[in-house]
């Protein structure tokens, strides 16, 4: 995040979290928002989006993410988002029922190589953050 | 700007799909990496043409660039239906060209091949927003279909208001459970089938002429 600043925890290892709000993304294009993850990301930064990604902005995140994996650099994203897929379907009655906008999601992103999903249900993320 | 440009290439797409109901169907394979994509393209494919599509294998994203098979007829119960069958890459949030070393590959092999994989699956998921006009999401019936990539591709298809075939494969396997996956898109029909084997294929057949025809 641009006008964020990285503290020093003395021996550089640590691993920042960036909590993004809704409000905040809200304001973005979907290229501006695909940008703030891949680029926090790549830094070795964990985000989590209070309001997560419409279909579209998940496509070409997976997208762009393939352009800028490279050898020994960045091999790629670990995400994951609720709702769960039950929570999902309900969703798709609620989309029949013209109440898409109110669907709620949380989605975490991190680096392949130091974040791994441990479990997963419909109200649990259980992930393992490593270091560099 | 944007908003201009993504209407007109609506409306376009749209426009496009109306008149354009005598050409063959684009059906894209989708799915993880070795849920068998290319064995079922190539199954149907060799079915109906006698020709294969490309080759498979047990080393994850054999499939590096889509393929397609054009003008394949299929018929069942009297109707003939014409798709363009487009095997994909298995889609994927990552891509470690580390793994590919546990297959006795070199690394500047194993480099070259994921440098193709990520452009192949950059390449469908650029087709799937505008370049297909329906989908075969094959699930490998032995593994765990609750994953992110799953269900984000799921979503990304409905989102896009296509019409989706769940192939759940590999039932010739003893851990195969096709329920396990029914029950993780309820909203979507599940169709077992063993491509390998050629387990179920009529159905298979009669479902895509029902869904795509």
Do not use: C
């Not at chain 1, 070795?44 to 762009?64: M, R, T």
């Not at chain 1, 995400?79 to 929570?87: F, G, H, K, M, R």
């Amino acid at each position: 995040m641009p006008e964020a600043t990285t503290p020093d925890d003395g021996d550089g290892n640590g691993v920042r979290i960036d909590l993004i709000s809704g409000a905040r993304m809200e304001g973005l294009t979907s290229m501006e928002k695909i940008r703030l993850i891949l680029d926090s990301v790549r830094d070795g930064d964990i985000v989590v989006l209070e309001a997560g990604l419409s279909p579209e902005e998940e496509s070409k995140l997976i997208e762009v993410t393939m352009t800028e994996i490279s050898p020994d650099d960045f091999s790629g994203i670990e995400i994951e988002t609720y709702p769960s897929t039950q929570q999902a379907n309900q969703g798709l009655v609620g989309r029949l029922l013209g109440k898409e906008e109110s669907a709620k999601k949380l989605t975490v992103i991190g680096p392949a190589n130091q974040i791994e999903t441990l479990h997963k249900d419909e109200d649990l993320i259980s992930a393992l953050v490593s270091r560099k | 700007m944007g908003l201009l440009t993504n209407l007109r290439d609506s409306i376009t797409r749209v426009t496009d799909r109306l008149f354009a109901d005598d050409e063959p169907k684009r059906i894209g394979i989708y799915g993880p990496p070795n849920a068998g994509k290319t064995t079922l393209a190539n199954r149907i494919a060799r079915d109906w043409t006698g020709d294969a599509v490309g080759p498979e294998s047990h080393i994850p994203h054999e499939t590096r660039r889509a393929r397609r098979k054009e003008n394949v007829e299929i018929e069942r119960n009297g109707k003939t239906v014409t798709i363009d069958i487009v095997d994909t890459p298995g889609v994927t949030t990552k891509v470690d060209y580390k793994e590919f070393l546990d297959h006795d590959m070199e690394k500047d092999d194993a480099v070259k091949r994921s440098r193709e994989a990520t452009e192949g699956v950059a390449e469908a998921m650029h087709w799937l927003r505008e370049d297909v006009d329906g989908v075969i999401y094959v699930l490998d019936s032995t593994t765990d279909p609750f994953t992110q990539v799953n269900t984000m591709l799921i979503g990304i298809i409905e989102s896009q208001d296509l019409p989706v075939l769940i192939f759940a494969n590999k039932v010739d396997l003893d851990d195969a459970d096709v329920k396990r996956i029914s029950d993780a898109f309820p909203q979507h029909e599940t169709v077992p089938l063993s491509a390998l084997e050629g387990d179920n294929m009529d159905e298979v057949y009669e479902k895509i002429a029902e869904y795509f025809g």
